[in-house]
């Protein structure tokens, strides 16, 4: 398997594991404030790759070098989770994945000023047409309301969620100095544990945590496993090996899972017409990922 091919994989299981979070979090968003639980995931999350690490001998000295690059990391990605929480009290699902899917665009940005990554014509197309397709389905596949701009109060907390989702993964390339994924992801976990108790002390002693409904507990345990400790990792595997509007170009599936995912918990699927704008975003997904035409070269 090819380093791109990795970087490929890691993506795929990233947007399957990224969706459940949407849905369990969507159940659970109005039974504990967003600090808390986050204050609570990431020093779960962080024990469990700390211990891969211990376990497998990758900390070295070495690793702690620029202490400060890891605070930077988790700054961008406590906020992301936060806001992403507070989003879903108040957005479907569904809606909220399609609000993901405008990260790939704002990544590009992101990946041009901090990488020099440009993008080429056809990967403009692709970013053009998931942009479409998750305004698509934001909008409930409602013409009027899109013309309106009738954006909901949760979709748009989301989105602020979403510029600093977008700006990790170039600057994770841009920060990572050769520490393996399991240790780099360990730091970040460490650091976002630190702020987000600071932010949320509050939060998180008035949360009366022996009184939670245990759907809370669960959709903690998989958050943190899942959605966090593996996610991480595979972000950074793909982040430095893929370009980062392709790294976020697989976000363009989130909403497909999250539709599985919503059928599965027996929410149902949604108007006919909103599924015109999951298409899209999946037509977006292989315009961005087909690879690039290569140029032949005329000897001098």
């Known amino acids: 398997m090819t380093e791109a091919s990795k970087g490929h994989l890691a993506m795929l299981c990233f947007s399957a594991l990224v969706a459940g979070s949407f849905s369990l ?12 639980l986050q204050a609570a995931r990431f020093p779960l999350a962080a024990t469990l790759t700390g211990a891969v690490a211990i376990a497998t001998g990758q900390i070295r000295r070495a690793h702690l070098a620029a202490p400060w690059r890891y605070f930077v990391l988790a700054g961008f990605f406590a906020t ?3 806001l992403m929480f507070e989003g879903l009290k108040t957005a479907a699902p569904v809606s909220a994945a399609a609000v993901f899917t405008l990260t790939p665009i704002i990544a590009a940005g992101f990946g041009y000023l901090l990488m020099r990554q440009r993008l080429t014509p056809r990967i403009a197309l692709g970013l053009a047409v998931g942009a ?8 409930q596949g409602s013409w009027s309301a899109l013309v309106q701009f009738e954006i909901g109060r949760g ?5 602020l969620g979403c510029i600093c989702h977008a700006v990790y993964p170039p600057l994770m390339a841009r920060l990572n100095r050769g520490e393996p994924p399991v240790v780099f992801t360990t730091g970040i976990l460490i650091a976002g544990a630190l702020l987000v108790a600071v932010y949320g002390w509050g939060d998180l ?11 809370v507990w669960i959709t903690l345990a998989y958050i943190a ?32 899972w ?25 037509l977006a997904l292989v315009l961005l990922l087909r690879p690039e035409p290569q140029r032949e070269v005329t000897p001098a």
């Open 25 to 36: 979090g969507g159940l659970v968003a109005n039974e504990i404030a967003p600090t808390a």
């Open 80 to 82: 992301y989770f936060v």
């Open 132 to 139: 479409g397709g998750a305004l698509w389905v934001i909008f």
């Open 155 to 159: 979709e748009a907390i989301y989105f």
């Open 205 to 215: 002693r008035a949360t009366d945590w022996a009184a939670l409904p245990p759907l």
């Open 225 to 256: 496993t899942f959605a966090t400790v593996a996610t991480f990792i595979l972000l950074q595997v793909a982040s430095l090996r893929l370009p980062a509007s392709k790294v976020m170009a697989y976000t363009y599936l989130t909403p497909s």
């Open 258 to 282: 999250v539709l599985l995912w919503e059928l599965g918990l027996g929410h149902g699927a949604p108007v006919p017409l909103v599924l015109i704008g999951v298409g899209l975003t999946v």
